[in-house]
């Protein structure tokens, strides 16, 4: 920006401001002055909208206030807290520096300024300035917003001396004009709005660079009385952090260190401006106490540190810990590939036992069905008694080790998935009462008594031979397992879950089955009674076979026992 430009601005913002000309203020409200100052701004070239915030003493909150024309209050607000988000804010208010600022994401791609307004018990407001692609002069727009920034912040702190003013216009035009002539008599009668201000304002007379009035706050941080004070020379009260003196006509925010009357010395911020008083050539300085935010920033640094050092112990802690994670993760996924390798394994060995055994039946029948049949012919032919009864027990162990051999390749078909099944609709009444003399006979020879209640009509679809096996399994329990009373076996029917269900109940008065075995007695293997003392025959197939054989058709076998007073067994088959 050149010098014309920058003097063109100047001119520009301090009859936007109207601050200093009293006899501009009675034409205004407050209101107005504060959008006429604030619309000075778009003077900058490269300036596209100016938006005010003012912060709210009950909550410490800035609040929107004003706008120049085309600044959509939304927007602005949505800028603002753009702003907050990425730090630019918060920087100029820890700094009380002009800051320019950047958005640059998907939706926004535009530069700010950022003006805190200072008085001497803080920041009482922001002004946020966005500008287009045609901005420039970064340097020297800064130095210029500074000196109107510290007019504007006059203006908005004395507004109540504005109001004053204003309320003239209500007297006499008498007393307008006494009034008005006071006011206006000289610069250097500023002091009732000078005064007002929370900052120490200091003005220089720019020919010898002594004071030529300061107001209260001045007086009272230097700790020099008013009367003193004026012929100072600005020399004497001043020194940068390096222990120079600046005494340049435009100076930004800047640190010093003001020297008090007692030799006592506290860091400011100041800013050095130039004024016209009539004829006359001013320099203001205006200056703000900051030890209490030099004090905050040497606590947060502090934070900062204790803060980083702690990251760094944490992130080293994490790290060592991470190691070790990753360490049993492998170590985990290891032993885990390891054990589906030996579980594939053990599948594999299982399904090709069951094969090989599938396979050698044969082999194991042919010579078990020979014994069978020898043992048969040689039954009728032999008379004597003591031949015959060793002839009934090789028949009876070889009739036991092919059943056995039969519960055995049968449970090999189910685990090499080579089982075959045809369901077909069966008369449930029928099957059964071709299955039951034999067990009823034996029922008979050991007194016990045999009860029978069929629903003759129910037909189900079924593997006839399936069926057949299971029930024979469970019958040949119930016989076994029963010394004294009685053996029953009924079919019904049942609604349950919003399914039919024909049910099969074979029950007992027998030896009966506690809790902690009910589950076991459905495992391949596995008896009621087990070990070197068990007192029952059999292999420990029956209830698996007929488990699986019922779940095939899409059934199921429930049971319900009590030891030493019997046990039901029902065969739940869907009704089609």
């Not at 430009?5 to 009293?22: E, H, L, M, T, Y």
């Not at 603002?80 to 958005?103: A, V």
């Not at 912040?153 to 035009?173: A, D």
Request: with cysteine; proline share 2%.
């Amino acid at each position: 920006m050149g010098q014309t430009q920058q003097n063109v601005f100047g001119q520009n913002f301090i009859s936007a401001i109207s601050g200093i000309d009293p006899l501009m203020l009675q034409e205004k409200s407050f209101q107005q002055i504060i959008s006429d100052g604030l619309e000075a701004y778009r003077k900058i070239k490269g300036c596209c909208s100016a938006a005010l915030y003012i912060i709210d003493k009950q909550n410490f909150d800035f609040q929107f206030k004003t706008s120049t024309k085309g600044c959509i209050k939304e927007e602005s607000e949505n800028t603002f807290k753009l702003l907050i988000d990425n730090g630019t804010i918060p920087n100029s208010l820890s700094t009380g520096e002009i800051t320019f600022g950047k958005i640059e994401d998907d939706k926004h791609k535009d530069c700010f300024f950022i003006i805190p307004l200072i008085v001497q018990s803080g920041i009482i407001g922001l002004i946020i300035l966005t500008l287009d692609e045609s901005f420039s002069d970064q340097d020297d727009t800064i130095k210029l917003c500074r000196v109107y920034s510290n007019y504007y912040t006059l203006v908005m702190q004395n507004h109540f001396l504005i109001e004053e003013i204003q309320n003239i216009k209500l007297l006499s035009e008498e007393q307008i004009t006494l009034r008005t002539n006071k006011i206006v008599k000289s610069a250097r009668e500023l002091k009732s709005i000078l005064d007002a201000v929370h900052a120490g304002i200091i003005i220089i007379d720019r020919e010898n660079m002594q004071i030529a009035d300061a107001n209260l706050t001045a007086v009272q941080l230097t700790g020099i009385s008013k009367e003193d004070i004026i012929g100072t020379e600005i020399g004497s009260l001043f020194t940068s952090i390096d222990g120079t003196t600046k005494l340049n006509t435009f100076t930004p925010n800047i640190e010093e260190i003001l020297i008090r009357k007692d030799g006592t010395s506290i860091p400011v911020i100041k800013t050095i401006a130039g004024i016209n008083l009539g004829e006359d050539e001013f320099n203001i300085e205006t200056f703000l106490d900051i030890t209490d935010q030099k004090r905050m920033e040497l606590a947060l640094q502090e934070a900062h540190d204790k803060l980083e050092q702690r990251v760094e112990e944490r992130t080293l802690q994490l790290s060592i810990a991470n190691k070790e994670l990753q360490k049993e993760i492998t170590e985990r996924i290891r032993i885990e590939k390891e054990l589906i390798a030996a579980k594939e394994r053990a599948e594999q060995s299982d399904k090709l036992k069951s094969v090989i055994l599938a396979n050698m039946q044969h082999e194991f029948r042919t010579p078990l069905i020979g014994i069978q049949g020898f043992s048969n012919i040689l039954m009728e032919e032999i008379t004597n008694t003591e031949h015959l009864d060793m002839l009934n027990g090789i028949y009876s162990s070889g009739q036991r080790l092919l059943n056995t051999l039969n519960s055995v390749l049968f449970m090999s078909k189910f685990e090499s998935d080579i089982i075959s099944m045809e369901l077909k609709a069966f008369n449930l009444s029928q099957l059964i009462n071709n299955i039951i003399p034999p067990f009823k006979t034996a029922a008979i020879e050991k007194n016990l008594e045999f009860r029978l209640n069929l629903d003759d009509e129910l037909m189900l679809k079924i593997d006839a031979d399936m069926f057949s096996q299971a029930i024979i399994n469970l019958l040949d329990n119930a016989v076994k397992f029963t010394k004294t009373g009685h053996i029953s076996v009924s079919i019904e029917k049942d609604s349950t879950d919003g399914k039919e269900w024909g049910l099969i109940k074979i029950s007992d008065t027998g030896i009966g089955i506690n809790d902690g075995k009910q589950e076991v007695i459905f495992k391949a293997f596995r008896q009621g009674s087990e070990g070197f003392a068990r007192q029952y025959e059999g292999n420990g197939l029956g209830l698996t076979l007929s488990k699986k054989m019922i779940e095939l058709m899409n059934g199921k076998i429930t049971l319900e026992s009590k030891v030493n007073s019997g046990s039901t067994f029902t065969v739940w088959l869907p009704i089609n």
